[in-house]
C-alpha cells in the first residue's frame, strides 16, 4: 500500500488568495498534494499531515474541520532564511471507524519517521496522541514523550478492547501500552486545580517529569532542556490561554501566552532528538477573526524556523566540540560528569546506567541547565539525576 491511499488532496481554491502567492511565501515554498502526491524519495526534512476526525475530541467537537484553516494561514507566511524541504501530503480523511483513522496516521507517522522525515500533524481531537505513539511501535526504540498541555488526561474510557481513546483519556492507554517502548513522559503546562492529587503522585511514582505552568511563564527559558529530551511532542491548544487563543471549546482563562507558545515550538524545532509532532484540538468554529489559526501557523513557523537552525550536537560527536565538567558530591565518592557543547552552550548531564543496564552504554545523557550544574558543585545531588537513574532501574 503507498502513503498515497491514506491521503485525500488539498482544495487549493479555497485556501490560495486572489492574487496568488509571492515567491518568498510558504504557499509557493511548500510542495503541495493537489493534484500528484509529492515524491518523499526526493530530500525532504517535513511533511505536513492532517487528520480529519474529532469523534473522541471531549466536548470539542468541529476541530477535525482545523487543518485547512492553519493552511490558509501558513501559506501566507514568509520563508525564513533558509531553504525549506517541506510538502504538505494533504488530509487524513475520517477513517469508518476511529481505529481506522488511528491505524492510517501510525502507518504514516512510522514510514515517515523511517524515511528520516518529521511528520507535523494537525488535527483533530489530542487522543490522535496515541495513534502518533503507536507510530514508533515498530521502530524497536525507547520514546521520550512530550506533551503541552493544562491537565493530565488520564480518565478512564472504558475502551478495552480496542486501541481507541479519547482526548481525555488517551494516556492511560500509553502508559499501559504492550509491549512498553516509552522511556519517560515529560507535561509542561498543567495547572494545579485541574490536577487531582491521584495523578500527580501516579507521576511522581513513575519518576515522570511534570512541571506546572508557573514554573514555567515566569522564564519560558527552562523549557529548553525538557523540549530538547523529547522524541515526540504533543500540543494541546487548550494549553494557551483563551485571550490568545479562543479557538477551542475548551479554552480557559490561564495558559501559556502566545508568544511562549512560539518559543515552546522553537526549542522542538531545535531539538536534535525530536521525529514528530503534533498540534492538536484547534476548533475554527469557535475562533474569532482568523486569529487562533494564525496564532498555530505561527507556531508551526517558529518550529519550522528552529528546525533549520538546528546545530546537530546531539549524539555528542566529535568529541573536541565539548567541554566536560566533574564534580563530587559532598557525601559521596560519586563523581557527576556534565558535558557542554561548545557549538550551542547547551549542557548534559550523564547518568550511569545500573550494572547490566545496557550493553552498548556506560551512562545515559539526559538534557540539563547550569542551575543543574551549579547545585552539584555545591555538594547537592541535582533532582533530575536521580530521577533519571531511578528510571534506568
Not at 15 to 29: A, C, R, V
Not at 190 to 204: C, E, G, P
Not at 360 to 389: I, Q
Request: glycine share 6%; charged share 25%; hydrophobic share 35%.
Amino acid at each position: 500500500m503507498s502513503l498515497a491511499d491514506f491521503f485525500t488532496p488539498i482544495d487549493l481554491k479555497k485556501i490560495t488568495p486572489k492574487n496568488g502567492y509571492f515567491t518568498s511565501q510558504l504557499g509557493d515554498k511548500i510542495e503541495h498534494y493537489s493534484v500528484d502526491f509529492p515524491d518523499l524519495e526526493q530530500k525532504t526534512d517535513i511533511a505536513i499531515i492532517g487528520v480529519l476526525d474529532d469523534r473522541n475530541a471531549i466536548n470539542n467537537a468541529g476541530c477535525a474541520l482545523g487543518p485547512d484553516y492553519v493552511r490558509e494561514k501558513l501559506y501566507l507566511l514568509h520563508e525564513g532564511a533558509y531553504t525549506t524541504k517541506i510538502v504538505d501530503l494533504g488530509n487524513i480523511a475520517r477513517g469508518e471507524t476511529v481505529v481506522d483513522t488511528y491505524y492510517a496516521l501510525k502507518t504514516v507517522v512510522e514510514e515517515l519517521i523511517k524515511k528520516d522525515i518529521i511528520p507535523l500533524i494537525i488535527g483533530g481531537g489530542q487522543d490522535l496522541t496515541y495513534a502518533q505513539y503507536l507510530g514508533y511501535g515498530a521502530l524497536e526504540q525507547k520514546v521520550d514523550l512530550l506533551v503541552v498541555d493544562s491537565q493530565f488526561d488520564l480518565e478512564e474510557d472504558g475502551l478495552h478492547e480496542t486501541i481507541e481513546t479519547t482526548s481525555a483519556s488517551y494516556l492511560n492507554k500509553v502508559f499501559l501500552h504492550e509491549p512498553n517502548y516509552l522511556f519517560n513522559y515529560s507535561n509542561m503546562g498543567y495547572q494545579t486545580y485541574f490536577a487531582n492529587q491521584d495523578s500527580l503522585r501516579v507521576m511522581d511514582k513513575l519518576y515522570f517529569d511534570v512541571h506546572r505552568l508557573g514554573e514555567l511563564t515566569s522564564n519560558i527559558a527552562v523549557a529548553e532542556p525538557i523540549i530538547r529530551n523529547a522524541n515526540m511532542v504533543s500540543f494541546d491548544m487548550g494549553a494557551i490561554r483563551s485571550s490568545d487563543a479562543v479557538g477551542n471549546a475548551n479554552a480557559k482563562p490561564n495558559g501559556f501566552y502566545g508568544e511562549e507558545a512560539c518559543q515552546i515550538c522553537r526549542y522542538a524545532g531545535f531539538n536534535d532528538k525530536l521525529t514528530s509532532i503534533g498540534f492538536y484540538e484547534f476548533n475554527p468554529a469557535y475562533d474569532s477573526n482568523g486569529q487562533t489559526a494564525m496564532l498555530l501557523s505561527q507556531m508551526i513557523w517558529y518550529f519550522i524556523d528552529g528546525f533549520y537552525n538546528r546545530k546537530r550536537d546531539f549524539p555528542l560527536n566529535p568529541k573536541s566540540q565539548y567541554l566536560i565538567y566533574k564534580t563530587s558530591l559532598t557525601h559521596d565518592e560519586h563523581e557527576l560528569v556534565f558535558v557542554k557543547s561548545k557549538k550551542s552552550d547547551r549542557w548534559w548531564m550523564q547518568v550511569p546506567y545500573p550494572t547490566g543496564g545496557s550493553k552498548n552504554e556506560r551512562f545515559h545523557l539526559v538534557p540539563c541547565r547550569y542551575e543543574d550544574y551549579k547545585t552539584a558543585v555545591s555538594g547537592e545531588m541535582p533532582d533530575l539525576w536521580w530521577r533519571t537513574y531511578q528510571k534506568l532501574n
